[in-house]
Nanobody, 124 residues
C-alpha cells in the first residue's frame, strides 16, 4: 500500500517557475510519475522516473522545460517546472506503479496509486 501527497501548486505568470513535491508513505520501490488534468479534459502523462532514478521519460509538450527527480531517503519525487505556459494549467497528480517507468509513461492503466493532486494555474 502506498499513499501519495502532493504539494507546491499555485498561481504563477507565464514564463515563471514552480516546483511540485510528492511524498509517499508505505513501500518505496515503485516507479513514480506526474500526470495532469485540465478541467473538461482527460488526464495526460507528464513525466515518469524509475525507482532507482536511472530512467526518466517526458511528454513532448514538457520536454526541455520540466525535470522530474526523486530523493528516496526523503521518500519524495519532484517536478521542477520552468518557462510555464498557460496551457500547463491543470491539476497535477503524483502516481506510483509496480511496473516500469517506461510502461507507466505509455499506459495510464499501469498506475497503481494516485495522489489527490495539486492545482497549478499559469496566467497570461
Amino acid at each position: 500500500q502506498v499513499q501519495l501527497v502532493e504539494s507546491g501548486g499555485g498561481l504563477v505568470q507565464a514564463g515563471g517557475s514552480l516546483r511540485l513535491s510528492c511524498t509517499a508513505s508505505g513501500r518505496s520501490d515503485y516507479a513514480m510519475g506526474w500526470f495532469r488534468q485540465a478541467p473538461g479534459k482527460e488526464r495526460e502523462f507528464v513525466a515518469t522516473i524509475s525507482w532507482s532514478g536511472s530512467n526518466l521519460y517526458y511528454a513532448d509538450s514538457v520536454k526541455g522545460r520540466f525535470t522530474i527527480s526523486r530523493d528516496n531517503a526523503k521518500r519524495t519525487v519532484y517536478l521542477q517546472m520552468i518557462s510555464l505556459k498557460p496551457e500547463d494549467t491543470a491539476v497535477y497528480s503524483c502516481a506510483a506503479s509496480g511496473r516500469s517507468a517506461a510502461t507507466m509513461a505509455r499506459d495510464t492503466g499501469a498506475v497503481d496509486y494516485w495522489g489527490k493532486g495539486t492545482l497549478v494555474t499559469v496566467s497570461s
